[in-house]
């Protein structure tokens, strides 16, 4: 008989006990949706500012065989860019350079020249206006080009 009265107390400490862990789960879930949603619509928020910032942004980019590895580098409007650079060629100068068009008269952010193989890390701050601006390696003007898009 007190055998059945301990297993039906421990039973119900269990009924409670997963309950709790089971509420908590369901309150975890719950704030997570929360968290996800963004608040505005973006359509209202496009309206009522002329750019939305976003968040940090790595972008790697790779020089190798006097290319670079990528045409085009794509972020958000206004974010704060963190580039790694890799320069894989031995011995050859080479920088990421962008600029707000392919005249490059008008500097967005110079980074710094500097041999292969070597890796650096630089950041800057992407233009508040989306649009279509330029990169380059300032060493090879010619070949090492791409777009830079901000959106
Ligand atoms: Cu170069």
């Known amino acids: 008989m007190q055998i059945v ?3 039906v107390k421990l039973g119900s400490l269990l ?9 908590l ?3 975890g879930g719950a704030k997570l949706v929360e968290e996800k949603q963004p608040a ?3 359509t209202e928020e496009a309206d009522t ?3 939305t910032p976003g968040g940090p942004v790595e972008v790697r980019i790779v020089a190798k065989d006097i290319k670079f590895d990528k045409r085009t580098i794509t972020v958000p409007a206004g974010a704060v860019v963190t580039v790694i650079f890799d320069n894989r060629d031995a011995g050859v100068l080479h920088n990421v350079a962008f600029y707000n068009s392919k005249k490059a008269t008008e500097s967005i952010y110079v980074g710094e020249t500097f041999p292969g193989p070597e890796v650096r ?5 992407a233009p508040s206006a989306a649009g279509s601006y330029f990169f380059r390696c300032d060493v090879h ?9 901000v959106k």
């Open 5 to 7: 009265g301990k297993n």
């Open 40 to 42: 505005p619509s973006p």
């Open 121 to 125: 890390t630089f950041k800057f701050t």
């Open 25 to 27: 789960a369901l309150y």
């Open 49 to 51: 500012t002329p750019f």
């Open 141 to 149: 003007p010619d070949t090492m080009t791409g777009t830079f898009v």
């Open 15 to 23: 009924v409670v006990v997963s309950f709790a862990v089971f509420s």
